[in-house]
């Protein structure tokens, strides 16, 4: 190799050395503050999650994800930067997410309802709700599924796709509720008296709002019965307590009282001829 080649090829080396490197130089410091900035993001999010007091068993999940997805941006726009197309590599990649969305799509179904329900908080841990006719308190909520433990302690698990957009019911969710009932009394029987009695037992009763004041009325005559109708406000921790208490001592009092709770029943008249 004579003198003038020699020449040539450090001309060229020199000429991509100087197109080349300093889109390098460029992209390796585009990398290490993108990378900074990268972290600085994930970091607040998760601060902000943490504020909305998402379930910390998924915040990781979400804090992943997140940064997956800067980290490609990140590693696209350094390609862009050093000049290699990025056209193949979006297509591959473009390819490759489309074949697992449609492999995974119930998964992928019940992952974004599990960052809906997680985000919007219809219901938590601890709350007593009804999803999809399936009753329980709400043990955990996953990535994937909502955990329900019945009041018989089985476990239901469901699906957060169908639990998303599911109509959904949180009996626990204010602070109190309206405790309803029907008490049955026969035609022959006092309302008054039977109405006073039940009255009597919610005036009484600490655990019973007095504002809304109690609410005991005829509500329907019945083919057996008439019926009274009970409204009063509580607690909800004290909801079922008052329940079970006041269906015992009604039913004790108009024992005391004579006031009868009839049966259904049908009279049947034979005709002889």
């Known amino acids: 190799m004579d003198k003038e080649q020699l020449q040539d090829l450090w001309n060229s080396i020199s000429d ?17 503050v ?24 998924i915040i990781p999940t979400i804090r992943g ?11 696209f726009a350094v390609i862009g930067i050093v000049g290699i197309p990025t056209s193949g590599f979006i297509a591959v990649f473009g390819a490759a997410g489309l074949a697992i969305g449609l492999a995974l799509q119930g998964s992928l179904s019940n992952f974004a309802g599990g960052i809906l329900i997680l985000t919007l908080k219809p219901f938590k841990a601890g709350d007593f709700v009804e999803v999809n006719g399936e009753s329980g308190t709400v043990h955990s909520v996953t990535i994937i599924n909502t955990i329900l433990k019945t ?25 109190k509720r309206r405790w309803d009932k029907v008490f049955g ?15 009597d037992f919610l005036e009484a009763d600490e655990r019973v709002h007095k504002d809304p004041a109690p609410f005991v009325r005829v509500g329907n005559l019945g083919d057996s019965s008439v019926d009274i109708t009970v409204r009063a406000w509580v607690d909800t921790a004290e909801y079922w307590n008052l329940n079970w208490d006041m269906i015992e001592k009604v039913k004790k009092e ?5 006031i009868s709770i009839p049966f259904p029943q049908r009279d ?6």
């Open 65 to 75: 994800v997140v940064n997956v997805a800067l980290m490609a941006a990140l590693i």
């Open 34 to 57: 993108g990378r900074i900035i990268v972290k600085a993001i994930v970091k607040k999010f998760t601060k902000t999650l943490q504020k909305r007091e998402v379930d910390p068993t």
């Open 268 to 273: 049947v008249h034979v005709y002889n001829h």
């Open 254 to 258: 108009f024992d005391k009282q004579g």
């Open 16 to 32: 991509m050395v100087y197109q080349y490197g300093l889109k390098i130089v460029g992209a390796i410091a585009v990398l290490v």
């Open 151 to 175: 009041p018989d302690n089985k476990t239901i698990y469901l699906a957060n796709g169908s639990v998303a957009g599911a109509n959904i019911t949180n009996f626990t969710l204010e602070p």
């Open 185 to 199: 009394i026969g035609y022959e029987d006092d309302f008054d008296k039977a109405k006073k009695i039940i009255m």
